[in-house]
DNA sequence: CGGGGACTTGAGTACTATCAAGCGATGTGG
DNA sequence: CCACATCGCTTGATAGTACTCAAGTCCCCG
């Protein structure tokens, strides 16, 4: 697939917190308990778990960008989510996986069985906090995309993204201006509920407006990131004529 | 609101389970962690948190319907859920609340303190898997909202939701062929990311070809579940021609 | 250098949104 | 007790955004 470059993108060393994650200093993080697994590696295109399969194991990125996604009638495709080195794949999941993973470029992941991943997370007061701060921003995260698919305009999606991609990266290499984009147009419009035309005549257009600009078809440079959070539209400007009944905080009966 | 019928529909015994939590059997389950708090009572329209604010608080909905949802630029209002009897609000948040939450019909609810219940929930052996099991239940329910949202249509995304409406409701009085929509249009457009009037219009026709009738405005009597199920269009027949690797299982490099 | 796949761009279409009017239930005041 | 105002909903006509179909271009890779 031509997209070895990024495979080497986050390598170096190996392991590596997750930037949001804040970990008290001193500590073992959730990837301590992958460091006796060996690593397997996976080429693009490799399926890592089926939707519907018994949900066995538990896996840490360690390099690589997957797709997670669903199938529904009619060959439609939903992507869920794009899982990068520092991912942990499997926490929210519980008798089967809920959707298939895919290698988009050559992974180097590990595993570990769920229930002793349960059993060590779980049960470790060290660890324990990680796991639910981790599964908070997982549902932080799917809550922001159901705004976005719900509510957004095909302008304010790819913006959104691209937006999200560039804070992603943030930590990577300090610069904050470079967006990399490992995945296929398809994936980001299955990513988006759109169409590959609409993400690419809405890159297109930004490009023109200066607010981005194409360093060949996986990097985009952010010209104007203020320009571009604003197209991202996740201000909330107005309050007043949606909510149908009165804004009132109500008292408390003593039942 | 004149939906006051509605805010006795699951009266009776005020502590009930979640039809979907199978707890075993002399375990006591999330619920005790509110059993000495007061009763609040809100109105129709009443405001429970606000989007923003700090999250203090974890609530548990005792009778009533609720809406959770966040609003963008434009006054754009996206719903992310809806919250029944026996709902646990909060759970899934850390800092602060992500979405603001109002009551649809008078609610009954108690409230405990954020640092208290995870004091008590995330720490008792027992209380525990019940929590993970939630916020797995959550995460699930969201991730089949995103393909809902990304990937269906007008028709599939109602006749989705009449369907999961159905389905919550069965545990209830025995028969799941009763659909209640406490909620109004406008909620029901918000939290499918349609308009008002493209969800009467799917309705309207849902009764004309015989799959549902209507029992007045809030309430839908399924004729056909089967075509009801067939329109939400779920399955998933056809699995070729999208995934763009290979989608052979890759051998493990022994690194 | 040539083939093929990914991407871009263009033209026409369709689904859903928008604008607008009408209906029906509820509740109120004359 | 009934007329009437109101609100939520339904239905109709029109418009617009994103989809579909179809070339055409660029880039990667053999």
Same sequence: chains 1, 2.
């Avoid at 392991?15 to 397997?40: R, S």
């Avoid at 991912?87 to 298939?100: A, W």
């Avoid at 060949?216 to 149908?244: M, N, P």
Wanted: with cysteine; glycine share 8%; net charge neutral.
């Amino acid at each position: 697939m031509g997209l070895k470059m990024f495979s080497q993108a986050h390598t170096g060393n190996v392991v590596k917190m997750v930037p949001a994650l804040v970990l008290p200093p001193g500590q073992a993080g959730l990837h301590t308990i992958f460091d006796k697994q060996p690593t397997e590696c996976f080429d693009s295109g490799a399926a890592v778990i089926w939707e519907g399969d018994p949900a066995g194991h538990v896996f840490e990125i360690l390099d690589g960008t997957l797709r997670a996604f669903r199938l529904i009638g009619d060959g439609r495709r939903a992507i869920i989510g794009f899982l990068n080195a520092g991912d942990i794949l499997g926490v929210t999941l519980s008798e089967r996986y809920l959707y298939s993973v895919e290698a988009i470029t050559p992974c180097k992941i590990r595993r570990i069985a769920r229930l002793r991943f349960d059993e060590i997370a779980v049960n470790s007061p060290d660890l324990r906090p990680q796991l639910l701060a981790r599964m908070r921003e997982e549902m932080a995260s799917a809550q922001n995309q159901m705004v976005l698919l719900g509510r957004k305009t095909a302008e304010e999606r790819v913006s959104s993204f691209l937006l999200a991609r560039a804070q992603s990266m943030a930590g990577q290499s300090g610069t904050r201006r470079f967006i990399v984009l490992p995945m296929s147009r398809l994936d980001i419009a299955d990513y988006l509920g759109l169409t590959i035309e609409t993400v690419s005549r809405v890159i297109s257009k930004l490009v023109k407006m200066g607010v981005v600009c194409a360093q060949g078809r996986h990097t985009l440079l952010i010209k104007s990131a203020d320009r571009l959070a604003l197209l991202a539209g996740d201000e909330d400007d107005d309050e007043d004529g949606w909510s149908v009944g009165a804004r009132t905080r109500q008292a408390v009966w003593p039942n």
